[in-house]
């Protein structure tokens, strides 16, 4: 553990990501107004400007959207949709592809099929895959979910594959299979917490690609319904009116991109902790 914070990148990370999470956790206590009242006498306030809002006094720190909804309060509630998004894929797609990735790395007649099946699923575009799960079951949060997580899964697989058929050949493990222990023990005991250091570094770039992957599918109008406060939402509702009222997109963009990047920053730093030979070269 004090290896981790030792490290400079994972501080950083870290130290960001925190901010983030507080801010989410705090959105309504934070956030001014509930992000889907609207004003329509306040239809683009610009960002400071303070006044009534139905009724009571208010102070629009990021102004207001074109139908007079607080940009900041749905900047706020947005961050739990995102860190929502990206924690639910990540959680998925790992589980998932471990369990496939055992599979197919361990029993050599499961991997002809799964392996294949895998490729075919990497052969076809995530943001392509996405969009067509998305259409064809709706577009709900946990629909979205879904759609990106699917598309990260062989990539999971195809990992831990890689590991399984390197771990399978350790002396450990083929003395667990001569004393006859039986083979999901082997799996659970053996091959799995050799394999958590490589997953842990992978889960968190599948959240930082789904919460832009998200972002885009609600900017395109392809992800959630644009009554719900995401920063795909918000900035989709001000591209129209860019020229005029750029603070619509470029608030959001402030929040999506430092959550992106301590999200990166944090994988990039436990994969130079985690990773033994990555220690060695440093």
């Not at 139908?67 to 860190?83: A, C, E, M, N, Q």
């Not at 709706?138 to 195809?158: D, F, H, N, S």
């Not at 900035?235 to 991109?257: C, H, I, K, W």
Request: neutral net charge.
């Amino acid at each position: 553990m004090n290896k981790l914070f030792q490290n400079s990148t994972i501080r950083f990370g870290a130290a960001v990501l925190g901010v983030l999470v507080l801010l989410a956790i705090l959105a309504p206590w934070l956030g001014t107004v509930d992000p889907a009242q609207m004003d329509a006498n306040h239809i683009n306030a610009a960002a400071g400007v303070s006044g009534e809002f139905n009724g009571t006094p208010h102070h629009f720190w990021m102004g207001a959207d074109s139908i007079g909804r607080d940009i900041y309060s749905r900047v706020l509630f947005g961050t739990r949709i995102s860190l929502l998004v990206g924690l639910c894929t990540a959680l998925l797609s790992v589980v998932l592809g471990a369990s496939l990735g055992m599979l197919a790395g361990y029993f050599k007649a499961v991997d002809a099929v799964l392996m294949r099946i895998m490729d075919g699923l990497m052969a076809i575009p995530s943001v392509l895959l996405a969009i067509a799960l998305v259409a064809a079951l709706g577009p709900q949060l946990w629909t979205v979910i879904v759609a990106i997580c699917i598309p990260e899964v062989p990539r999971v697989t195809r990992l831990v594959r890689s590991l399984v058929l390197t771990l399978r050949e350790e002396p450990y493990v083929e003395a667990a299979k001569a004393l006859a222990t039986p083979t999901p023990q082997i799996l659970w005991r053996h091959i799995l917490p050799n394999s958590l250091a490589p997953l842990l570094v992978q889960g968190t770039f599948i959240a930082a690609s789904a919460i832009l992957t998200e972002a885009a599918l609600s900017f395109l109008g392809l992800g959630l319904p644009a009554d719900i406060p995401t920063w795909g939402n918000i900035m989709a509702e001000g591209r129209l009116q860019f020229s005029q009222y750029p603070g619509n997109v470029l608030f959001p963009a402030l929040f999506l991109v430092p959550m992106v990047l301590a999200i990166n920053l944090l994988g990039d730093g436990l994969r130079d902790v985690l990773d033994p030979k990555f220690g060695k070269r440093s």
